[in-house]
């Protein structure tokens, strides 16, 4: 692609202030003390909120804890969660920078592996063309179509995912965790700190409308729901700051 095709969204009101403001949050989450020496431990426990939020998110009906997985929504986001955990972090961004859209096929056979009863349908995307075209698109961005700010990359990578449902089952989870990976992969968030699901589940009606209108192309609706993801970075890197006092305890 000879021209950037997300530049237009950093001239949408409030984008790029949204952007820095979350870019600024999430640094100064990574410069706590505890997160510059023990970012291994609060990545773990980010990682684990992350995928008990993420699944509450779409509806797990069990009560989400390390040892109540009997939702299969719930066990499916918990073991995406475990991929982007910790020491497993570099290899995630390693084969997602390099081949994104074979890292979101095992996303979702982790993620939907205890919904879907066709197993040949684990890591397949639906085989409409708009879907392949998309797919696409989106694997161009993550691999370096694209210079927008972190924040605005990983917002539309969430969204696209979530309207296009490109699988049969877990888009949501796979969504998410694209989202967590482009902060990772583009230097927002390297050691996944930060916890925006929170803010996305305490939200959840509004995080439902926003990615709805996102659908439309309608300039406020891109607007609106890069704004409402970067907030959500905000958000989550303030838990990653209580995350890390509490490490400190």
Request: aromatic share 6%; net charge negative.
């Amino acid at each position: 692609m000879s021209e950037d095709p997300l530049a237009p969204l950093l001239d949408l009101p409030g984008v790029r202030e949204a952007s820095d403001r979350a870019r600024d949050a999430v640094s100064a989450a990574h410069r706590h003390p505890i997160n510059m020496r023990q970012w291994d431990k609060t990545s773990r426990e980010a990682s684990w909120r992350a995928g008990r939020l993420s699944a509450a998110i779409d509806g797990a009906t069990t009560d989400i804890s390390r040892d109540d997985l009997g939702d299969p929504v719930a066990a499916g986001a918990i073991r995406v969660a475990q991929t982007l955990d910790g020491e497993l972090i570099d290899s995630a961004v390693a084969v997602f920078r390099r081949a994104p859209l074979q890292y979101l096929a095992r996303l979702h056979m982790l993620a939907a592996s205890d919904l879907v009863e066709d197993r040949d349908a684990l890591g397949r995307p639906r085989p409409e063309p708009h879907i392949a075209q998309r797919l696409q698109f989106l694997g161009e961005l993550v691999t370096g179509a694209t210079s927008v700010p972190a924040p605005v990359l990983a917002a539309v990578v969430h969204g696209d995912i979530l309207v296009l449902e490109p699988f049969d089952q877990a888009n949501g989870v796979v969504a998410r965790a694209a989202s967590r990976l482009v902060s990772a992969t583009t230097g927002l968030d390297p050691h996944l700190l930060c916890v925006p699901e929170i803010a996305w589940y305490k939200r959840v009606g509004e995080y439902r409308e926003l990615s709805t209108a996102f659908a439309s192309g309608d300039p406020e609706a891109l607007a609106a729901w890069i704004i409402f993801c970067c907030d959500g970075f905000v958000k989550g890197a303030e838990e990653a700051k209580s995350i890390a006092d509490a490490a400190r305890g």
